[in-house]
């Protein structure tokens, strides 16, 4: 069982900034695929971007040039770097760690972009 706990969420302005943590709870972090997902109110929950152990990417077409994603393995954490944020960037922002059909979910952070 891997834990994954969420922290940065928050409160901003359209155009600024924020930067999303996900600190996991295992010793075999490097293994997993990390992803960052969001759902907003009445809509699906989506990709916003996954990065592979071997450092592989991939981002959501609505956020390819405004969000990095990263990850500290000696940290056990993943990152996701979100500049130039939109209002229609509001949604809670979930850590997803996979490896093979095992998969875990983090409670979810709350960003919320006014305009």
């Known amino acids: 069982q891997v834990q994954l706990v969420e922290s940065g969420g928050g409160l901003v302005q359209a155009g600024g900034s924020l930067r999303l943590s996900c600190a996991a709870s295992?010793?075999?972090?490097?293994?997993?695929?990390m992803g960052w997902y969001r759902q907003a109110p009445g809509k699906q929950r989506e990709l916003v971007a996954r990065i592979t152990s071997t450092g592989f990417i991939t981002y959501g077409d609505s956020v390819k040039g405004r969000f990095t994603i990263s990850r500290d393995n000696a940290k056990n954490t993943v990152y996701l770097q979100m500049i130039s944020l939109k209002p229609e960037d509001t949604a809670v922002y979930y850590c997803?760690?996979?490896?093979?059909?095992?998969?875990?979910w983090g409670q979810g952070t709350q960003v919320t972009v006014s305009s």
């Open positions: 295992t010793t075999r972090f490097s293994i997993y695929t």
């Open positions: 997803n760690a996979q490896y093979f059909t095992n998969g875990y």
